[in-house]
């Protein structure tokens, strides 16, 4: 049986001693630290206040963003904006950013269908992950989705068993060591791209929405 080669992960892409998000940003455009590097367009990097109040964490770039090279522009990002607007949250204090860099898909004819990143991918990207947690002091961490959720939290993370639960940070972290901020917290909640598929819609919006809502009490003052 021929040897699988794990992928070499992005600690040796990631500058040791970042002093800015855009440096960080210009570094991650190389990265070749898991083949998904391979056929997407580009890196899509983290975007937002350096100084924000509340960091969301999202999973992998989609169709949109990979030609964009922006984070959460697509429907997923137009209905999280709706969102972050209903349950009275000031975009100006958020940073957005996702646990994978690179758009992980299957062509279908001319069609580039979305694949959710695996275990692997996860571990390759996550030096990213970390590096930005190194620069941004924020009140709040916003886990979206289940894939930001075992990259933060651990591969046990289940969204509906954790959802609108605050819950402290970095304690709560699989590796809290790896998050040099202490006395905040983190709030998961499902990604926005499962209220574009859920059967009602409105539903699943206005639980998104009550989630946030929760996120953006604990900020509040």
Known sequence: MPRIEAPPGAQQWVPPRPHSIDELKQAAAGCHGC???????QTVF???APNARIVFVGEQPGDIEDQKGLPFVGPAGRLLRDAVD???IDPSD???????KHFRFELRGSRRIHQSPGPAHITACRP????????LNPELVVILGATAGKALLG??????RSRGQLM?????AEHPEDFPVAGIRALATIHPSAVLRADNRDI????LVDDLKIAAAAVAG
């Open 35 to 41: 083949e998904l590097h391979e056929h997407a367009t």
């Open 46 to 48: 983290g975007r937002g």
């Open 86 to 88: 209903d349950a009275g």
């Open 94 to 100: 958020l940073y957005i950013t996702n646990s994978v």
């Open 128 to 135: 990213w992950l970390v590096a930005e947690f190194s620069l």
């Open 155 to 160: 591969p046990s993370f289940r969204v509906n």
């Open 168 to 172: 402290p940070w970095p304690a709560s």
């Open 204 to 207: 699943a919006y206005q639980g």
